[in-house]
């Protein structure tokens, strides 16, 4: 245990988490996904996992230390659902809550078809596989940077 990092924090994510730079995509994913295969396209090259956890349990831990993208819209995205890209399933709102909470006011999420989020998440730094369960939990996390003290 470390003090001041959430235990749901593995050292294997948190060696990825840290390793990453600004502007660079990590991907956080269903029980569904086709997480192996897709991280081995990555730049991290394997898959990581935070089991036994749901998107937004995954997502509250991730955010307490990494910061999102200021500068761009796709900062984050959800996976749209398929013949209903409008549609926000209650695991896509519950990351997006955890998402407003992490940035203290609302920033909206963009969507992504689905087969586009695949190429997407073939070119991201990582993949992080969750416990999740239910459908279209997977997005896109775009990293941002952390300012010097003032």
Same mark, same amino acid.
Do not use: W
């Given at each position: 245990?470390?003090?001041?990092?959430?235990?749901?924090?593995?050292?294997?994510?948190?060696?990825?988490?840290?390793?990453?730079?600004?502007?660079?995509?990590? @991907?956080?994913?269903?029980?569904? #996904?086709?997480? $192996?295969?897709? *991280? &081995?396209?990555? /730049?991290?090259?394997?898959?990581?996992?935070?089991?036994?956890?749901?998107?937004?349990?995954?997502?509250?831990?991730?955010?307490? @230390?990494?910061?999102?993208?200021? #500068?761009?819209? $796709?900062?984050? *995205? &959800?996976?749209? /659902?398929?013949?209903?890209?409008?549609?926000?399933?209650?695991?896509?709102?519950?990351?997006?809550?955890?998402?407003?909470?992490?940035?203290?006011?609302?920033?909206?999420?963009?969507?992504?078809?689905?087969?586009?989020?695949?190429?997407?998440?073939?070119?991201?730094?990582?993949?992080?596989?969750?416990?999740?369960?239910?459908?279209?939990?997977?997005?896109?996390?775009?990293?941002?940077?952390?300012?010097?003290?003032?």
């Amino acid at each position: 245990m470390l003090k001041g990092i959430d235990p749901r924090l593995n050292a294997e994510v948190l060696h990825c988490l840290r390793a990453m730079g600004h502007g660079d995509v990590l @991907v956080l994913a269903d029980t569904n #996904f086709p997480s $192996d295969q897709v *991280a &081995r396209h990555t /730049v991290y090259g394997e898959l990581l996992r935070m089991d036994n956890l749901t998107c937004a349990e995954a997502a509250n831990a991730i955010l307490s @230390v990494f910061p999102l993208d200021t #500068f761009v819209d $796709d900062f984050a *995205a &959800r996976m749209e /659902v398929v013949d209903a890209p409008d549609e926000v399933p209650p695991v896509q709102a519950e990351v997006q809550a955890e998402i407003d909470a992490a940035e203290g006011e609302p920033r909206q999420m963009v969507s992504v078809e689905r087969f586009e989020f695949y190429d997407r998440a073939r070119e991201a730094y990582a993949v992080i596989q969750t416990g999740e369960r239910r459908f279209y939990g997977c997005f896109l996390f775009r990293k941002g940077v952390i300012p010097p003290d003032a």
